[in-house]
């Protein structure tokens, strides 16, 4: 950075020499984003040893269904995929309801210690989630919800993050007016919310959606710390699994299956990048 | 100044506008009331519990039996957790610091109006990020390997191989690397956000007045984009303190070998301890030390950052 701007010290636009080192400079940082994908789905394509091959191999072969075969016998891949996509599904759609509302209430009503609260909600955003592993885990235990994805939905139905993006939209894109409006007309408290409010706010609610979505999908540590039985392992879980195998590691198996779990991330990212990137952004000027 | 809902009923009208506004007022409690006791459940009750269960001895089935300070006592004089201690600082740094002093160049450089590429470069800076971390742990475990694609590139350059899933440093530096991958794309973006919030008139004022590419840096940028620096140091020192899914999956290869010394981080170090070993007590004791430990860094990171704004203030 500073190398660049010394370079064009006096000059008022940056001249050629520095246009080709910056688009040098951003292309190889794009190559280095973009590459373990091609890799992961090359190795997918070749056999056992094609990760360890020297050189290494940049061209995909025909391997592929071979290599998911393989892991399809070693992990129950759709099925973990499908606990996934129930877990994932039902945490977003409890989040985007639950915290909508209490946004929605924190934004346009009035109510004693409103501001309190409000600064609760975001104090408990700085309390790392491993503080409370343990006793969550005997609660789960007492409830009998161990190996179960209770266990992984209900805590997470509704979380300060959300609350606060909600709020933050809400104030800014929900007018009073049309709530008044609304009340004039005689709509109860939640008819408002639900036809004035919520569809002016479906934005917010897409950015919070993908997020919330994304991150159950991803997440890690507390799917291993509760579940037990392999019938129901997230696909996080499932992967680590194969990659546990003590008889020699099979790459091809290993990379096929976890492109297999990485390409329908892929293709939503793609379809809806200008949601994540807005909603990363505004949520980062906004905090 | 924005109106509510309350002000609007506060408006002198007649007697029963009151109940209606008691009638608002448990409906916004109502609103609220699911996260408050979710969090009463999930995530006030097992902190103080935490604290707690830090005084006692108890493998999570029998009686619980109070030792006092005894597990603190225990953690403190475990070698293993000064390791994972010394480790989740060591690979925090050597994660976080390259990646974000990347991030501001790359955005420096997108925000420089030199490319049309920004919306396309953008989505594929983004791209890792979506990507779970298991998923990268194992792609990069290929790079790294003993005949990976990191030692053929070291051999080609003629250096010599490194055991990178053995070694002391071959292990920090491969677990590094993967949170570098995942999060500087994301911090390239939120910087791009803040140099795009700076207003252009400023550059323009300060180019009249002589002041140079570097000086523009200095002066204007690097203050301007503070809020969003330490935002991220903030964000990444955090997460990186959490470090576990990286270290526990890469590690992991052979059933047992997460707790292996070379990459044991604090959060692998409280699993192992409570369920492996089924030491809540001590498990309580080191998620106390390490909320301890966040609090702490999070405190002189804002300091650190005050002190560092100051003085460019100063100087400007």
């Known amino acids: ?287 | 100044m924005e109106r509510s809902i309350e002000a609007a009923a506060a408006r002198p009208l007649k007697r029963p506008w009151m109940t209606e506004n008691r009638r608002g007022q448990l409906t916004a409690y109502l609103f609220i009331s699911p996260f408050f006791l979710l969090f009463a459940v999930f995530g006030l009750y097992p902190i103080i519990f935490t604290i707690y269960l830090s005084f006692f001895k108890w493998d999570a089935l029998g009686p619980m039996t109070y030792v006092g300070m005894q597990n603190y006592k225990w953690v403190v004089e475990d070698p293993t957790f000064w390791i994972s201690f010394g480790n989740t600082l060591l690979i925090s740094a050597m994660g976080t610091v390259p990646q974000l002093i990347i991030a501001l160049v790359l955005a420096v450089m997108l925000n420089s109006g030199l490319t049309r590429m920004k919306k396309g470069l953008r989505v594929l800076y983004f791209m890792p990020n979506i990507t779970s971390i298991v998923a990268v742990t194992l792609v990069f475990s290929t790079f790294f390997g003993n005949h990976g694609m990191g030692n053929w590139l070291l051999n080609t350059l003629g250096f010599d191989d490194v055991a990178w899933n053995s070694g002391w440093w071959g292990v920090k530096i491969a677990i590094a690397s993967m949170v570098i991958w995942r999060w500087t794309g994301y911090n390239a973006i939120i910087y791009l956000s803040g140099l795009q919030s700076i207003p252009t008139d400023l550059y323009e004022a300060a180019r009249i007045d002589g002041a140079s590419r570097s000086q523009q840096m200095a002066y204007i940028t690097l203050p301007l984009l503070k809020p969003f620096i330490l935002f991220t140091v903030l964000l990444s020192t955090i997460g990186s303190l959490q470090l576990f899914t990286e270290p526990y999956v890469f590690l992991g290869q052979s059933g047992t070998g997460s707790t292996r010394q070379e990459g044991i981080t604090m959060v692998i170090y409280l699993y192992s301890e409570a369920f492996r070993n089924s030491f809540f007590g001590t498990a309580a004791a080191t998620a106390v030390m390490l909320f301890l430990i966040t609090i702490l860094f999070s405190v002189v990171n804002m300091w650190v950052s005050n002190r560092l704004g100051g003085d460019t203030e100063g100087r400007g």
């Open chain 1, 1 to 287: 950075m500073v190398k660049a701007s010394t370079r064009n010290r006096n000059a008022d636009k940056p001249g050629f020499a520095a246009s080709f080192f910056y688009h040098l400079v951003l292309i190889v940082g794009a190559a280095f984003s973009v590459f373990p994908f091609y890799w992961m789905f090359v190795i997918s394509t070749r056999d056992k040893s094609g990760a360890f091959h020297v050189p290494p191999l940049l061209t995909p072969s025909d391997q592929f269904v071979a290599n998911f075969k393989r892991a399809l016998e070693q992990s129950d891949f759709f099925h973990a995929l499908g606990n996934s996509a129930i877990v994932s599904i039902s945490v977003t759609a409890s989040v985007l309801f639950f915290c909508t509302l209490a946004g929605y209430a924190f934004a346009k009503y009035q109510f004693r210690f409103k501001t309190p609260l409000f600064f609760f909600v975001i104090g408990t955003l700085f309390v790392p989630q491993q503080l409370g592993v343990l006793p969550t885990y005997v609660i789960m235990a007492k409830l009998q919800w161990i190996d179960t994805y209770k266990a992984l939905i209900v805590p997470a139905m509704v979380n300060a993050f959300g609350i606060f993006w909600m709020r933050q939209y809400i104030s800014s894109a929900v007018h009073t007016e049309l709530i008044e409006a609304g009340r004039i007309d005689g709509c109860g408290h939640f008819r408002i919310f639900w036809n004035i409010a919520v569809p002016v706010i479906t934005p917010a609610m897409a950015t919070l959606g993908i997020f919330t979505f994304l991150n159950t999908w991803n997440d890690f540590f507390w799917p291993l710390v509760v579940l037990k039985n392999s019938e129901h392992f997230t696909i996080q879980i499932a992967l680590q699994q194969l990659f546990t195998v003590r008889d020699g590691l099979d790459y091809g198996m290993i990379m096929s299956a976890t492109f297999m779990a990485t390409l329908p991330l892929l293709v939503v990212f793609l379809l809806f990048s200008r949601w994540f990137i807005t909603g990363l952004t505004s949520g980062a000027v906004k905090s």
